[in-house]
């Protein structure tokens, strides 16, 4: 499956404020990077792949359209998937984005 150019719109839009950010086509879906570090991606299975703080994982799992990142059959930690109806208002979008770009400016810059 493709990933949503529409949300990827919506994010590189959103995205503005974070300052240098780059787009690089992975997993599928078109990641964007800040400091060379993925933060978010429009999801080659739909919805928002999303970087958040590792020890925040479990408790943004219960959280109403936010599912586990598992890759190679193991789930991510400090990754979530957000499903199109959690990120359907700029509003809810821009608070993911916001969280993901918090957690990589805690990163050390990649060159």
């Known amino acids: 499956m493709a990933y949503d150019a529409a949300l990827a719109d919506r994010i590189r839009d959103l995205m503005e404020t974070e300052g240098v950010v780059t787009e690089k086509r992975m997993f599928g879906g078109l990641a964007f990077l800040v400091q060379g570090h993925m ?3 429009a999801s080659g299975n739909g919805g928002l792949m999303t970087r958040v703080a590792p020890d925040d ?5 219960v959280l109403p359209h936010v599912q586990p990142m598992v890759m190679s059959g193991r ?3 400090g990754w979530v998937r957000v499903t199109a109806e959690g990120i359907g208002t700029d509003e809810q979008l821009q608070e993911w984005i916001d969280r ?4 990589v400016r805690t990163l050390p810059p990649k060159s």
């Open 100 to 103: 993901a770009a918090d957690v």
């Open 57 to 61: 994982t479990d408790a943004l799992l």
């Open 75 to 77: 789930q991510a930690r």
């Open 39 to 41: 933060a978010v991606a």
